[in-house]
């Protein structure tokens, strides 16, 4: 397992990536359209992957521990606390990535 960490913000067509060091500076941005999103994830060797519990999340946590991944999602009410003064997409991505550290998770829903 790869030691960066990729704090992913998921949306409905567009999806912003920011992939973290282990020593928390941000190495790497990106911005996705769902297919490059699964292009992306072909082609990255199995790393830390953190996100925001949302309906969509539990799906792709699904499809990134089928790859062999670790996934990450932190509740919705925690990810208030990454963000810093401003509530742009960028922000929430450098405070996923772990200039923090991280509190409580869930670990997914399982397909029923």
């Known amino acids: 397992m790869s030691t960066v960490t990729i704090a992913v913000d998921l949306a409905k067509n567009v999806f912003e990536l920011a992939v973290a060091t282990q020593a928390g500076r941000i190495a790497e941005r990106n911005r996705?359209?769902?297919?490059?999103?699964?292009?992306?994830?072909?082609l990255r060797a199995p790393c830390r992957v953190v996100m925001e519990?949302?309906?969509?999340?539990?799906?792709?946590?699904r499809y990134l521990r089928a790859r062999g991944f670790d996934v990450?999602?932190?509740?919705?009410?925690?990810?208030?606390?990454?963000?810093?003064r401003s509530k742009d997409r960028s922000s929430r991505l450098r405070g996923?990535?772990?200039s923090k550290?991280?509190?409580?998770?869930?670990s997914g829903r399982d397909q029923e």
């Open 96 to 98: 996923y990535s772990g």
């Open 32 to 42: 996705l359209s769902r297919p490059q999103f699964e292009q992306f994830w072909a």
């Open 53 to 61: 519990a949302c309906a969509t999340a539990h799906f792709w946590a």
């Open 72 to 84: 990450i999602l932190l509740p919705p009410h925690y990810v208030k606390a990454y963000r810093r």
């Open 101 to 106: 550290p991280l509190r409580r998770h869930q």
